[in-house]
C-alpha cells in the first residue's frame, strides 16, 4: 500500500512540472480545425462548460489580451474547440472569446457525432533519421525545445511547409522534416484500415536527464509499455493496473522522484501514469470503437505531460485506466519509449 502511495504521489509531483519556452498553444492550426464546420462565420458548439470561478472572457488566447466581458462561477459556456492550452467559446453577444482549459469543467458533448473532449487527432508517425530538435517555431534559428536523439518515434498533427507540428505538453514545437524517415500515416478513417494500420497515435515527452532517479522513471515508462504491448480482442476488457502492475521491483520497476511530506524520495513504479495517460489520448480518438469503464485524472491542474482534462492516473484500486475493445476486429497496442519519446500507436490487428 506504501508504494502504491508513493506511486499516486509521484505522478501529481510531476505533473507540476513548468514548460518554460515560447507560449505557441498551437492556435492557428486548432482554430482552422475547429472552424470547418462553420456556418457563416459561427462554428458549430461541440462541448459545454461550467466555470469554477469567475473569469474574464479574452479576445485572444493571451492572459494579456483584452477582456470582452466576464463571467461569474458556475457559468455555462458553449464551446466550439481548444487547442493545447486554450478553449475556444461562443458567445450571441460578443462572438468568439478564449478560456483557459483549466478554468472550465467540460462536462457535455453535444451530438452523437461530436468526438471525445480534449485530444486533436495526430496524422502521422516519424523516426528521426538525425540528431535534431524540436523548435519552438518552424526555423532552425529559434529556440530548442526539446533535444530528439536520432532513431526517436514520435507523432504529430501535420506537415506544413516542411515542418512537423508536433504536441508538446500543453504547447507545440516543430521538427524539420527533412530530419525524419518512416514516415506512417494515421488511417483516415476505420473503414479505410487495413491490417497493421495506425488508426490512432499520441505521444509525450519526458525528462532524459541522467540523475540516478530519473533514469529510474525512464525505464519505469519503459517496462510499462513492455507489459500493454499486446493484442486484444473485441470485447475484451484491459485494465492497467493488472497488465501493467503491481509496480515492484521483482516486475522490473526501479526507484523513482515522489513527493512525501514536501520532500522528494524514492518510490517504485513512477512514470507509469505517462504511460497511462499517452494510451488515454489514443483511446480518445477511436469514438465509439473504445468503451472507457474506468479512468480518473490526477489533481485540479493534471499531468502537464499532457493538455489539461485527458490525464488518466494509475497505481490505487480508483486511480486505474480501464476500457474494452468495442470494435469487430482486435486492437493491437505498440508502444515506444526512447529518448525522452512516449509514443503509443493502435494498430488495426488481424482476426486470430
Not at 85 to 94: F, I, S
Not at 133 to 155: C, M, N, T, W
Not at 264 to 278: E, H, I, K, P, R
Not at 316 to 338: K, R
Request: proline share 5%; charged share 20%.
Amino acid at each position: 500500500m506504501k508504494r502504491i502511495s508513493l506511486l499516486i504521489v509521484a505522478c501529481l509531483f510531476l505533473a507540476a512540472f513548468s514548460t518554460g519556452f515560447a507560449d505557441d498553444t498551437g492556435n492557428d492550426f486548432c482554430f482552422n480545425y475547429f472552424m470547418e464546420n462553420a456556418v457563416n462565420g459561427m462554428p458549430k458548439i461541440l462541448y459545454t462548460g461550467i466555470t469554477k470561478s469567475s473569469l474574464a472572457m479574452r479576445s485572444k488566447p493571451d492572459r494579456e489580451s483584452d477582456p470582452v466581458g466576464t463571467l461569474n462561477e458556475r457559468s455555462v459556456v458553449n464551446i466550439f474547440g481548444f487547442d493545447q492550452t486554450w478553449l475556444y467559446c461562443w458567445n450571441e453577444n460578443v462572438g468568439v472569446y478564449y478560456l483557459i482549459r483549466q478554468t472550465v469543467d467540460v462536462d457535455t458533448k453535444i451530438g452523437a457525432e461530436t468526438p471525445a473532449y480534449g485530444v486533436i487527432p495526430n496524422r502521422y508517425v516519424a523516426r528521426t533519421a538525425v540528431n535534431t530538435a524540436l523548435y519552438s517555431s518552424p526555423s532552425k534559428a529559434s529556440d530548442v525545445v526539446f533535444e530528439i536523439k536520432e532513431g526517436s518515434r514520435f507523432s504529430f498533427w501535420m506537415i506544413k511547409d516542411g515542418w512537423a507540428i508536433v504536441p508538446y505538453r500543453r504547447l507545440v514545437g516543430y521538427v524539420y522534416l527533412g530530419d525524419l524517415c518512416d514516415l506512417e500515416p494515421v488511417s483516415p478513417s476505420i473503414d479505410y484500415a487495413q491490417d497493421g494500420d495506425i488508426i490512432s497515435v499520441f505521444t509525450t515527452f519526458y525528462s532524459v536527464k541522467q540523475t540516478e532517479l530519473n533514469i529510474g522513471r525512464m525505464e519505469n515508462i519503459r517496462v510499462g509499455c513492455s507489459y500493454i504491448n499486446n493484442v486484444y480482442e473485441p470485447g475484451q476488457q484491459f485494465n492497467f493496473n493488472e497488465i501493467a502492475g503491481p509496480y515492484r521491483r521483482n516486475r522490473g520497476y526501479m526507484p523513482s522522484p515522489v513527493l512525501v511530506g514536501g520532500d522528494t524520495v524514492a518510490g517504485y513504479g513512477g512514470g507509469t501514469c505517462q504511460v497511462s495517460t499517452t494510451l488515454y489520448n489514443a483511446l480518445l480518438q477511436l469514438g465509439d470503437g473504445i468503451e472507457i469503464i474506468w479512468r480518473r485524472p490526477h489533481g485540479p491542474s493534471g499531468a502537464s505531460y499532457a493538455p489539461h482534462g485527458v490525464d488518466a492516473a494509475v497505481g490505487a484500486t480508483n486511480l486505474n485506466l480501464i476500457f474494452a475493445d468495442a470494435f469487430d476486429f482486435p486492437i493491437e497496442i505498440d508502444s515506444t519509449a526512447l529518448n525522452g519519446a512516449l509514443c503509443i500507436c493502435i494498430r488495426k490487428a488481424s482476426a486470430q
